[in-house]
């Protein structure tokens, strides 16, 4: 199998691995959820009703230590935010690992077991505090602005506090933030302009003939979704969440699964990453809307001198959503700046370029080829068979800190002006325009991951053989 490779200048995000921290937060969730019965309840249903574990969920901690927890932590990796939290306690983010973050509040007394803090508080995220209150039926008011950068509902616990929250675009820890109230984010009508926004995004034209005339209608759609907003972050919240629900209407799998986390009231809260894919021509295009909505452009692959594509990874440090966007890609541009500078079609494409003639571009018509969310991977696969049928492709990755795998692929239809344009240009042959007309060709995945030791990064080699073992022409 060809190796993937990251470029030289990308060597800050070759991920690690953080066993000591693992444990350690471990310890911590474990004794916070010990001191909440419902929190107790609602871990032990996880795995078997959502196919989950409680960690995945959990958004920060707040405990008790002081300075010499914060030390603790800075040794595992975690660094103090400039962030205020409301009960005076410092915040703190693990920047190289995918840890949940910490509050540490003034020693109020002797620390824990082992110089761990005692967990006054665990947060856990969701998408909707509402739907979570009334799934358990709770009873609970929700504290929060409707539409707001943060939502909360509280159930008291024997010796810990267990809370559900919602954020917007926002890492704070204040229901109504001043900063944001200052930004116009808190104004009376702020609700209904996020609530247009997003109506925006979810009733855009994702159709065209012309992809670059699809392209530049979705740009100007964009700038008129962030000006409803008021604020690109925000805006960037609500885009995917219409991307998602775009996604979960072409994929059953993600329908059922979407189902079963929903019934516990937690969407999908757990997202890992989204994967676009995009054509060579319109890369550096969809690359320039994603970071007018705040991205950041992370590490870059090429997947050696046979495998045919690369993909660049997108972060954005305030929702905390990732892109895995990729495309065709020819051995002597691996070292090029593809997210920049605009590639020509190659005479033949490889599996991505084939995907997106067949549908369309990720950001129009086809909508993502797959999200991943983390999960616990054996009770993922037996509980979506189980319940509907839905079929797991074998992993291609099968790591202690690292297992992947996608769901059977939804087969999609396949337009004839899609096949017969593919077909006047060579991509196809004529039996291969006859079974796509007849048969479709694959098109959507969710995709089941289980992450170990806040390990953050990609299986490099292993994409390159999904990738291929999901070419249309295989199927």
């Known amino acids: 199998m060809p190796a993937l490779t990251v470029r030289e200048a990308d060597r800050s995000f070759e991920w690690q691995r953080w066993p000591q921290a693992e444990a350690f937060v471990g310890r911590l969730i474990a004794g916070g959820v010990e001191g909440n019965r419902f929190a107790t309840g609602l871990a032990a249903r996880l795995p078997a009703e959502t196919g989950t574990a409680l960690p995945v969920w959990v958004d920060h901690l707040v405990i008790t230590g002081g300075g010499s927890l914060e030390r603790t932590l800075a040794g595992l990796g975690y660094e103090r935010e400039a962030i205020r939290h409301p009960r005076g306690g410092t915040v703190h983010a693990h920047r190289g690992g995918l840890f949940p973050r910490i509050v540490v509040l003034p020693d109020a007394g002797a620390a824990g077991e082992e110089g761990v803090g005692e967990v006054a508080e665990v947060a856990i995220k969701v998408e909707s505090v509402a739907d979570f209150v009334r799934a358990h039926d709770l009873g609970l008011e929700v504290v ?20 559900a929250l919602e954020r917007r675009a926002y890492r704070g820890f204040e229901p109504f933030p001043g900063d944001l109230a200052r930004d116009g984010r808190m104004r009376p009508q702020a609700a209904r302009d996020a609530l247009a926004a997003l109506d925006l995004w979810r009733a855009r034209r994702r159709r065209f003939d012309d992809d670059g005339e699809g392209i530049r209608a979705t740009r100007a759609t964009l700038e008129r979704a962030i000006e409803l907003a008021g604020d690109r972050d925000l805006a960037c919240h609500l885009i995917f969440q219409a991307e998602r629900e775009y996604w979960q209407s072409r994929n059953l799998a993600a329908r059922v699964q979407k189902e079963r986390q929903d ?8 997202h890992d ?15 320039a809307m994603f970071i007018r909505l705040g991205f950041s452009l992370r590490e870059r692959f090429h997947a050696g001198r046979h495998a045919g594509w690369g993909a660049q990874v997108l972060e954005h440090e305030t929702t905390g959503i990732v892109i895995f966007a990729d495309l065709d890609l020819a051995p002597e541009e691996a070292t090029q700046d593809f997210a920049r500078h605009r590639l020509e079609d190659l005479p033949r494409p490889s599996t991505v370029g084939l995907w997106v003639a067949l549908h369309g571009e990720s950001i129009l018509d086809a909508g993502m080829h797959h999200l991943e969310a983390q999960f616990e991977f054996d009770a993922l696969k037996e509980g979506l068979e189980e319940e509907a049928g839905i079929k797991t492709m074998a992993p291609f990755s099968d790591f202690p800190f690292l297992r992947q795998a996608f769901t059977a692929g939804e087969r999609w239809p396949v337009s004839r002006a899609r096949a017969d344009r593919a077909l006047a240009m060579g991509y196809i042959s004529d039996a291969e325009h006859a079974k796509f007309l007849r048969d479709g060709a694959l098109g959507s995945h969710l995709e089941n991951l289980q992450r170990r030791e806040g390990y953050k990064g990609f299986n490099q080699q292993a994409v390159s053989a999904i990738i291929a073992a999901t070419d249309p022409r295989l199927h």
């Open 263 to 270: 019934r516990l009231g937690l969407g999908w809260a757990n």
């Open 273 to 287: 990453h989204h994967t676009f894919r995009c054509s060579r021509r319109s890369f550096p295009d969809i690359m």
């Open 144 to 163: 929060g602005q409707p539409m707001g950068p943060y939502r909360t509902a509280t159930v008291p616990g024997e010796a810990t506090s267990f809370t």
